[in-house]
């Protein structure tokens, strides 16, 4: 079973819609977690970390639930701009390293 | 902003051949990493580093060896590069605790 788990896709979703991704982790040490976007052939960046409260960037918002070890992103009145893989990542505290999820293809359809 | 600069985007490289891929953060970040990325497998973690002169295997150390001569700059090396070997190389840098890493923008490697 892979530490870091997410459905592929692709999503292909309509421009303006709200679309959902979720992510399952199975390490409970796991601390601390974040979604990274990444475009094709480019590196992955950081978009937003996910908190156990959850939080709202603009548009998005991540959530964790620690109990059921799921971290989700919902991205609201989708843009184009959006089409990318997102990919959930949990951390590890004490060692630091980042375990990727394969991530989730998403394309927006104008 | 994090600047994590990668010294190739692209490299190709004959088998055998002994490979240095560079990679230099301005943050004076303690954390750094190497990672590669291949279609379906995503980014499995190859070697990495707390500080100076520290390393860490990380899931596929096999094949590869890094350095850590000074706190920006953290090296991969191939020994004896192979087929196998090309793939995406990202480099990533960052502090501990709750912030995620940075990452460069990657050297796509080809081994022939």
């Known amino acids: 079973r892979k530490e870091v788990e997410q459905d592929p896709g692709p999503f292909n979703v309509p421009e303006g819609a709200t679309v959902a991704f979720n992510c399952t982790y199975s390490?409970?040490?796991?601390?601390?977690f974040f979604w990274y976007r990444q475009d094709c052939r480019k590196e992955p960046k950081l978009l937003m970390s996910?908190?156990?409260s959850g939080n709202e960037d603009g548009r998005f918002t991540a959530q964790l639930n620690r109990a059921s070890q799921y971290i989700s992103l919902l991205i609201r009145d989708s843009k184009l701009s959006d089409s990318a893989t997102y990919l959930c990542?949990?951390?590890?505290?004490?060692?630091?390293?980042?375990?990727f999820g394969t991530g989730t293809r998403l394309t927006i359809i104008p | 902003d994090v600047k994590v600069t990668q010294s190739s985007r692209y490299l190709v490289k004959r088998t055998g051949e002994k490979v240095f891929l560079e990679c230099v953060q301005d943050?004076?970040?303690?954390?750094m990493f190497w990672y590669r990325q291949d279609p379906g497998l995503g980014l499995r973690l190859i070697y990495f580093?707390?500080?100076?002169?520290?390393?860490e295997k990380g899931d596929i150390p096999e094949g590869y060896s890094v350095s850590r001569e000074k706190k920006e700059r953290f090296s991969l090396i191939l020994e004896s590069a192979s087929t196998n070997q090309t793939s995406m190389y990202l480099c990533?840098?960052?502090?501990?605790?709750?912030?995620?890493?940075?990452f460069g923008s990657g050297t796509r490697l080809t081994v022939v």
């Open positions: 996910v908190y156990s």
């Open positions: 990533a840098s960052g502090t501990g605790g709750f912030y995620g890493y940075t």
């Open positions: 990542v949990a951390k590890n505290f004490g060692n630091e390293k980042l375990t």
């Open positions: 943050m004076d970040h303690e954390n």
């Open positions: 390490n409970s040490a796991s601390q601390s």
């Open positions: 580093s707390y500080d100076v002169k520290m390393k």
